[in-house]
């Protein structure tokens, strides 16, 4: 998938088409690559998770919340 493939790496992260991955992170269960989102007075979070065959979107009304625990407490519910 081209969304996958890293087309630039860094430092803390690697780069692909919209997407990113996190070198890591030890809170996430897991691989997987995200792309955010976010304007006045919302934010957002998509993630997929190739291995687990999963996806996962998190939306908020705020652009401050702990978006990484729902997230976390999403993927352990599932897995």
Do not use: C
């Amino acid at each position: 998938m081209a969304m996958q493939r890293t087309i630039a790496r860094g430092r803390k992260l690697d780069v692909g088409l919209g997407w990113f991955r996190r070198h890591r992170d030890p809170r996430a269960s897991g691989h997987y690559w995200e792309h955010l989102g976010g304007g006045g007075g919302f934010f957002n979070t998509m993630r997929i998770y190739p291995k687990l065959k999963l996806g996962l979107v998190a939306m908020g009304n705020a652009t401050n919340w702990d978006r990484l625990r729902l997230v976390d407490a999403a993927i352990q519910a599932a897995g």
